[in-house]
């Protein structure tokens, strides 16, 4: 029998900030918090069934306000990762967004979606372990045309998968590129991920420039540095990379509208396997090199470089700015949808 609780944790911008509590009947456990629609801790067993939580969070609601800045476990729109010197074309007019990555525009810009108060839709009853936030952004926000409505759902499944819908709107025409910025680290950071598996299905990627943004290519990764087609080290030959990874992988889509597998990420140490599905053509690999250890998470947890990993299923960075990457414009009558699995077992 799934359970779930909701407990208040304060307010912020005059709206109440709720903690939901998400269990199955293994005993998995899904902390959210409507501030950022934010994943807060994610409670799975290792194989010899201790129950530890295996993403990076803050102890208290206030610090996702005050220093969030690493995006920790946040719903990222109305566009993940960058856009190049914040400025795209739509319909032969130009839209100006805020560079607040000078002199691009990163993870939705200084209002994005980790920043605000979601509004609660539902939350399962006793046979459902399923939560929903709604939020409305509103035309010209950080520059972005058009009313937007976002709907994303968590749901916790029986076979101990988290299971992430989106769904949006628009009035006008727009563009929409949608992510969770969840930190994973399966042997519950008591070390690095460096001797994590990984595994991402994929045979290219989307290389960039020194600010981050996509040169345009599609390149092959065999035999490179990126090579993760099969199971592999993460920390093998990561220091053949400046900043360690932050790339975008083009999946292997079978089709759009169904979750083809992403990745599969696996700790020897606790024997926890993670496997990530999504209806999504790209998928971000950031290993956290940009933590520098000044901030304190959860359980006093530092947030060191290289202590989690992302695994961010999305369409392609600057994609807008790129018209033989796949489109991220959405038009009124048209519905985005995503969804995105993220499922745990042991070995």
Known sequence: MEQQHRYK???????????F???NSNGMVVE??????????????????????????????????????PYLGAIIGRYAN??????????????????????????????????????????????????SFRHISADGADGYPGNLQVTVSYELTQTNALTITYRAQTDKPTI??????????????????????????????????????PTGEIKAIAGTEYDFREPRRVGERINEIPFGYNINYVLRKQFDTECSHAACLFDPCSGRTMDVYTTEPGMQ??????????????????????????????????????????????????????????????N
């Open 9 to 19: 944790l304060g307010t912020h911008a005059n709206k109440p900030v709720f903690l």
């Open 21 to 23: 509590r998400l269990r």
């Open 32 to 69: 959210l918090c409507n501030y950022g629609a934010i994943v807060v801790g994610i409670f799975v067993p290792d194989r010899a069934g201790i129950f530890e939580n295996v993403v990076l969070g803050y102890d208290r609601f206030e610090r996702y306000v005050q220093s969030n800045t």
């Open 82 to 131: 960058r856009i190049a010197k914040a400025s795209f074309v739509l319909d032969g007019i130009r839209y100006r967004l805020t560079p607040n990555d000078f002199p691009n525009h990163l993870h939705g810009g200084e209002n994005g979606f980790d920043k605000v108060v979601w509004d609660p839709l539902e939350w399962g009853g006793p046979d459902a372990a399923i939560v």
């Open 176 to 213: 929409l590129n949608l992510t969770h910025h969840g930190y994973f680290n399966l042997g519950s950071m008591r070390k690095t991920i460096l001797d994590h598996e990984l595994t991402v299905f994929s045979d290219c990627i989307t290389p960039t420039d020194s600010d981050w943004i």
């Open 285 to 346: 690999l950031y290993t956290a090199d940009f933590l520098n250890g000044t901030q304190m998470g959860r359980n006093g947890i530092r947030l060191e470089k290289q202590i989690a990993l992302c695994l961010e299923a999305q369409h392609y960075p600057d994609a807008p700015n790129h018209a033989h990457f796949p489109s991220t414009v959405l038009r009124p009558g048209e519905t985005y949808m995503q969804t995105t699995i993220y499922a745990f077992s042991t």
